[in-house]
Antibody
Framework: EVQLVESGGGLVQPGRSLRLSCAAS????????MHWVRQAPGKGLEWVSG????????GYADSVKGRFTISRDNAKNSLYLQMNSLRAEDTALYYC??????????????WGQGTLVTVSS | SSELTQDPAVSVALGQTVRITCQGD??????ASWYQQKPGQAPVLVIY???NRPSGIPDRFSGSSSGNTASLTITGAQAEDEADYYC?????????FGGGTKLTVL
């Protein structure tokens, strides 16, 4: 059974940093691209970032480019999102999502339950 | 980055057919995928590619595309289909979601 478990969310002040993690199990992690998708309270889904199976390719939404960095550790079956210079508008539930291929197709076939990030003073 | 436009809300009578649409320039080049999200739950992929259903998704869900418009059709809507539906597509930066459509089953 595919499982994606996010962690690392919490309350953080504007301008500070936070690192999210996603622990994957139930599939061959290094065969698939992975993504972060977020959802602000009461709002729709927003793709944040994606990474290919071997970290050779990464992509970011314009709203986070230059502030967020996606990475993965295939030996640990883990995906990460380093978030710097956080803003109030980054407040959201952050989902880890599995792609259905090794290079991004942006078909997200499994999702975690999310970790909540709140940016507030 | 590109945008995808969805109707905010659609309703359908129980057992009838409903079409949810998604418009955007990126859909001229890429197929959409569709996600169902129920309150308090993570999204679930229901349609991807030309018209592919992941295992476990009922065959009453189908997808189609023409020009800059992608459609999700539910043939014989059930009470459990009441949810928010989001389309998604590749774009120049990576990926973009539509604003979502709230489906009410009457």
């Amino acid at each position: 059974e595919v499982q994606l478990v996010e962690s690392g969310g919490g309350l953080v002040q504007p301008g500070r940093s936070l690192r999210l993690s996603c622990a994957a199990s139930g599939f061959t992690f290094d065969d698939y691209a992975m993504h972060w998708v977020r959802q602000a309270p009461g709002k729709g889904l927003e793709w944040v970032s994606g990474i290919s199976w071997n970290s050779g390719s990464t992509g970011y939404a314009d709203s986070v480019k230059g502030r967020f960095t996606i990475s993965r550790d295939n030996a640990k079956n883990s995906l990460y999102l380093q978030m710097n210079s956080l803003r109030a508008e980054d407040t959201a539930l952050y989902y880890c999502a599995k792609d259905n291929m090794g290079v991004p197709t942006y078909y997200f076939d499994y999702w975690g339950q999310g970790t909540l990030v709140t940016v507030s003073s | 980055s590109s945008e995808l436009t969805q109707d905010p809300a659609v309703s359908v009578a129980l057992g009838q057919t409903v079409r949810i649409t998604c418009q955007g320039d990126s859909l001229r080049s890429y197929y959409a995928s569709w996600y169902q999200q129920k309150p308090g739950q993570a999204p679930v992929l229901v349609i991807y590619g030309k018209n592919n259903r992941p295992s476990g998704i009922p065959d009453r869900f189908s997808g189609s595309s023409s020009g800059n418009t992608a459609s999700l059709t539910i043939t014989g809507a059930q009470a459990e289909d009441e949810a928010d539906y989001y389309c998604n597509s590749r774009d120049s930066s990576g990926s973009v979601f539509g604003g979502g459509t709230k489906l009410t089953v009457l």
